[in-house]
């Protein structure tokens, strides 16, 4: 349990503004929060005002542990919320320790949906109370707030709850007349720091004129009074955006000494890379502190990012700044500005055709869309392995050299961008100019060269990511080239994605693993063997399995990754291997079921999709027998009302060459596309 002394904080945690429903210090009670059904109970504390769950089981539930079942199972305890109902956007903030090991989760639960919409996790330790704060987005289903604590199994461990707050409005506002400052911190410089002003003696005693909220409360301030070196830096940085956000960021600002400090406001992503948004013009606000000047600046954040007010001094006679009343408004500031691109215009699929791609005019060979029947020999396209992709020379004549160019639509400038791509070297073209990625200017139309190929992967996909950005508009343009027709092979590409943000932001540091979807890449995501009625274990593999002639050369997911596999080898003909999803809520309307399904080899068997809820299963899917060399997408309609597991089983064939693999689960509430339900492989090979 955690000790006594880490109850301190500097003073009780205030609203700065009205608590809406879902808030609760645990002064008394736990305010409508009740600990789920068949997790580990959270326990109110009686010596002070948290509550927390730890390592400590109850003989209870040592009971439950059977150490011949295998590893004992995670500690998790789930927190729920009473059922809120708010139609406005708001703002949680939790106030919370994790000591020793562990993680702790916030999600939100709607009710009639089998999944959980994750909000916000943590696994970093610490020996103090932390604050997090989540923005809670507007909508007119009621929910319950999900508060998941996993403590780890070492002497110590815990995770624990002081408070939890929830007020309307985004994270980003504060008045900083709450003790909490709605999050925002100061970054320790040992000579100059942001400090907490609005005591009426300390005002009058530092010149300081008042707030701007209230005139007699509190705001930010940084003096330069301290300042021993050159360029000495203040920073106050605000919490994390957890939700994208566009519009209008409002302040209000105080400045003495203009020309003797720096004044700037930037954005700070994960990455811990900076976009300045603001300066303060050197010109403004000399002397003494001036009134209150207000400030606006546009915000665009597609992705999570801090706002980073940040002083710069020259020497101790560099003045004072104060900040005030931050705001947040869903509207520009100005009419003029344009919209956050969307960056779905740059990305295809091409199962409807080019999107917004288009040849090169002036070259004569160009890229072919293709569909492969799937079959054992050749793999048809990455996005369901039997519709369609681009395939470079696929008609070729004598001529001395062949050069093929995909170019896409314009990309504004002044933003950073993630492409992935799915390619695949097909025949004798293994060179460096087999393909490569340009960024063509679109003023200049000079091109700069962001990618070319380095894995050799013939036969089968790799998906590969590059992050760039651009000072004018520009667009990509794919560019595959062969010397002469006796060196020339094909190269194809599929599924183009381009999405705002270093490509680094999308790989754990923004997505938090959704119920049910797993590509493997870190594990099994909460998917488990069945102990109890399978023969053998699905394997977590990497690359080609030992048998040849049947399973993957690669994963699906990157070509180059992990997927789950059935290895025929040691098993006999008939045992299975079976995995089991972690169970899952029932839903009153159907959900639908994604993956991708590997079944190559003279002798393979056949793999099933079974629900299991109450003790019985139900056959929802089930095919038999060698299907393709390629990655194949199965999509599965269902609906269960109760709780309920989904059982991937394989079934061993009549041979060793009998592998069965799986990769990228993904298990959503709704209804399958009704275009996804009705596509079937097509029956013939096309080229257009």
Same mark, same amino acid.
């Given at each position: 349990?955690?000790?006594?002394?880490?109850?301190?904080?500097?003073?009780?945690?205030?609203?700065?503004?009205?608590?809406?429903?879902?808030?609760?210090?645990?002064?008394?009670?736990?305010?409508?929060?009740?600990?789920?059904?068949?997790?580990?109970?959270?326990?109110?504390?009686?010596?002070?005002?948290?509550?927390?769950?730890?390592?400590?089981?109850?003989?209870?539930?040592?009971?439950?542990?059977?150490?011949?079942?295998?590893?004992?199972?995670?500690?998790?305890?789930?927190?729920?919320?009473?059922?809120?109902?708010?139609?406005?956007?708001?703002?949680?903030?939790?106030?919370?320790?994790?000591?020793?090991?562990?993680?702790?989760?916030?999600?939100?639960?709607?009710?009639?949906?089998?999944?959980?919409?994750?909000?916000?996790?943590?696994?970093?330790?610490?020996?103090?109370?932390?604050?997090?704060?989540?923005?809670?987005?507007?909508?007119?289903?009621?929910?319950?707030?999900?508060?998941?604590?996993?403590?780890?199994?070492?002497?110590?461990?815990?995770?624990?709850?002081?408070?939890?707050?929830?007020?309307?409005?985004?994270?980003?506002?504060?008045?900083?007349?709450?003790?909490?400052?709605?999050?925002?911190?100061?970054?320790?410089?040992?000579?100059?720091?942001?400090?907490?002003?609005?005591?009426?003696?300390?005002?009058?005693?530092?010149?300081?004129?008042?707030?701007?909220?209230?005139?007699?409360?509190?705001?930010?301030?940084?003096?330069?009074?301290?300042?021993?070196?050159?360029?000495?830096?203040?920073?106050?940085?605000?919490?994390?955006?957890?939700?994208?956000?566009?519009?209008?960021?409002?302040?209000?600002?105080?400045?003495?000494?203009?020309?003797?400090?720096?004044?700037?406001?930037?954005?700070?992503?994960?990455?811990?890379?900076?976009?300045?948004?603001?300066?303060?013009?050197?010109?403004?606000?000399?002397?003494?502190?001036?009134?209150?000047?207000?400030?606006?600046?546009?915000?665009?954040?597609?992705?999570?990012?801090?706002?980073?007010?940040?002083?710069?001094?020259?020497?101790?006679?560099?003045?004072?700044?104060?900040?005030?009343?931050?705001?947040?408004?869903?509207?520009?500031?100005?009419?003029?500005?344009?919209?956050?691109?969307?960056?779905?215009?740059?990305?295809?699929?091409?199962?409807?055709?080019?999107?917004?791609?288009?040849?090169?005019?002036?070259?004569?060979?160009?890229?072919?869309?293709?569909?492969?029947?799937?079959?054992?020999?050749?793999?048809?396209?990455?996005?369901?392995?039997?519709?369609?992709?681009?395939?470079?020379?696929?008609?070729?004549?004598?001529?001395?050299?062949?050069?093929?160019?995909?170019?896409?639509?314009?990309?504004?400038?002044?933003?950073?961008?993630?492409?992935?791509?799915?390619?695949?070297?097909?025949?004798?073209?293994?060179?460096?100019?087999?393909? !490569?990625?340009?960024?063509?200017?679109?003023?200049?139309?000079?091109?700069?060269?962001?990618?070319?190929?380095?894995?050799?992967?013939?036969?089968?996909?790799?998906?590969?990511?590059?992050?760039?950005?651009?000072?004018?508009?520009?667009?990509?343009?794919?560019?595959?080239?062969?010397?002469?027709?006796?060196?020339?092979?094909?190269?194809?590409?599929?599924?183009?994605?381009?999405?705002?943000?270093?490509?680094?932001?999308?790989?754990?540091?923004?997505?938090?693993?959704?119920?049910?979807?797993?590509?493997?890449?870190?594990?099994?995501?909460?998917?488990?063997?069945?102990?109890?009625?399978?023969?053998?274990?699905?394997?977590?593999?990497?690359?080609?399995?030992?048998?040849?002639?049947?399973?993957?050369?690669?994963?699906?997911?990157?070509?180059?990754?992990?997927?789950?596999?059935?290895? !025929?080898?040691?098993?006999?003909?008939?045992?299975?291997?079976?995995?089991?999803?972690?169970?899952?809520?029932?839903?009153?309307?159907?959900?639908?079921?994604?993956?991708?399904?590997?079944?190559?080899?003279?002798?393979?068997?056949?793999?099933?999709?079974?629900?299991?809820?109450?003790?019985?299963?139900?056959?929802?899917?089930?095919?038999?027998?060698?299907?393709?060399?390629?990655?194949?997408?199965?999509?599965?309609?269902?609906?269960?009302?109760?709780?309920?597991?989904?059982?991937?089983?394989?079934?061993?064939?009549?041979?060793?060459?009998?592998?069965? !693999?799986?990769?990228?689960?993904?298990?959503?509430?709704?209804?399958?596309?009704?275009?996804?339900?009705?596509?079937? !492989?097509?029956?013939?090979?096309?080229?257009?």
């Amino acid at each position: 349990m955690l000790p006594f002394y880490l109850l301190t904080l500097a003073a009780t945690i205030q609203a700065q503004s009205q608590r809406l429903p879902g808030s609760c210090n645990f002064e008394s009670d736990t305010c409508g929060y009740t600990s789920e059904a068949d997790s580990t109970s959270w326990t109110l504390n009686r010596d002070g005002r948290f509550v927390s769950v730890d390592a400590a089981m109850s003989n209870t539930q040592e009971a439950e542990i059977d150490a011949d079942t295998g590893p004992q199972r995670e500690i998790t305890g789930a927190l729920l919320s009473p059922v809120l109902e708010q139609q406005e956007w708001s703002c949680l903030r939790l106030v919370f320790q994790i000591s020793g090991k562990g993680s702790l989760e916030v999600l939100q639960r709607t009710e009639g949906k089998s999944f959980d919409k994750p909000l916000w996790g943590s696994q970093a330790p610490s020996d103090s109370w932390v604050i997090s704060s989540m923005d809670l987005q507007n909508g007119t289903e009621p929910f319950r707030v999900v508060i998941e604590g996993k403590p780890g199994r070492s002497t110590g461990s815990s995770v624990a709850i002081f408070e939890i707050h929830i007020s309307s409005g985004y994270c980003l506002e504060c008045d900083f007349e709450g003790s909490h400052l709605c999050g925002y911190s100061n970054r320790w410089n040992a000579n100059v720091n942001w400090y907490v002003g609005g005591d009426r003696d300390q005002l009058l005693h530092n010149n300081i004129q008042s707030d701007h909220t209230y005139k007699t409360g509190h705001m930010m301030y940084v003096d330069s009074i301290y300042a021993k070196t050159f360029n000495e830096v203040a920073t106050l940085a605000s919490p994390m955006t957890t939700v994208p956000m566009s519009g209008c960021l409002s302040f209000q600002y105080q400045r003495s000494e203009s020309r003797s400090n720096l004044f700037s406001v930037y954005t700070r992503d994960q990455l811990g890379q900076y976009q300045e948004l603001w300066r303060a013009d050197r010109e403004t606000q000399s002397g003494t502190l001036a009134q209150w000047a207000p400030a606006q600046v546009d915000l665009k954040a597609p992705y999570s990012v801090q706002l980073v007010f940040e002083v710069s001094f020259n020497s101790p006679r560099g003045g004072r700044v104060a900040v005030d009343d931050i705001s947040f408004s869903p509207e520009f500031c100005s009419t003029d500005t344009e919209p956050t691109f969307d960056p779905s215009i740059a990305s295809c699929d091409f199962e409807s055709g080019f999107c917004h791609y288009a040849q090169d005019q002036g070259i004569l060979s160009s890229w072919s869309r293709v569909s492969v029947k799937p079959n054992i020999f050749r793999n048809g396209d990455h996005t369901t392995g039997s519709g369609y992709f681009l395939l470079s020379h696929s008609q070729l004549s004598r001529r001395s050299s062949y050069v093929s160019r995909l170019m896409g639509p314009t990309l504004p400038a002044n933003m950073k961008y993630c492409l992935r791509f799915s390619y695949s070297l097909r025949g004798f073209n293994q060179t460096d100019e087999a393909l !490569a990625v340009y960024l063509q200017q679109q003023q200049s139309s000079s091109q700069e060269k962001i990618w070319t190929h380095g894995e050799n992967s013939r036969g089968f996909w790799i998906t590969t990511e590059i992050t760039f950005q651009t000072s004018q508009p520009a667009r990509l343009v794919f560019v595959s080239t062969c010397r002469s027709f006796w060196e020339c092979g094909s190269v194809a590409l599929d599924d183009i994605n381009v999405s705002l943000g270093d490509c680094e932001l999308t790989v754990g540091l923004l997505s938090m693993s959704l119920p049910g979807h797993c590509d493997f890449e870190a594990g099994l995501c909460g998917y488990a063997q069945d102990k109890q009625s399978d023969d053998a274990d699905w394997q977590w593999r990497r690359g080609p399995p030992p048998t040849s002639y049947t399973g993957p050369r690669g994963d699906h997911t990157t070509g180059l990754g992990y997927y789950l596999h059935m290895e !025929a080898s040691p098993m006999l003909p008939g045992q299975r291997a079976r995995l089991l999803s972690r169970p899952l809520r029932g839903s009153k309307g159907p959900q639908c079921l994604h993956f991708y399904y590997h079944m190559y080899g003279s002798g393979t068997g056949r793999l099933g999709i079974h629900l299991l809820a109450d003790g019985e299963e139900l056959l929802l899917w089930q095919l038999s027998g060698e299907q393709s060399i390629a990655w194949l997408r199965a999509t599965v309609e269902y609906q269960s009302d109760s709780q309920h597991q989904i059982v991937f089983e394989a079934t061993r064939g009549s041979s060793v060459r009998s592998d069965i !693999a799986i990769d990228d689960i993904i298990l959503q509430g709704g209804p399958c596309p009704e275009m996804e339900i009705k596509a079937t !492989a097509e029956t013939s090979n096309k080229i257009e």
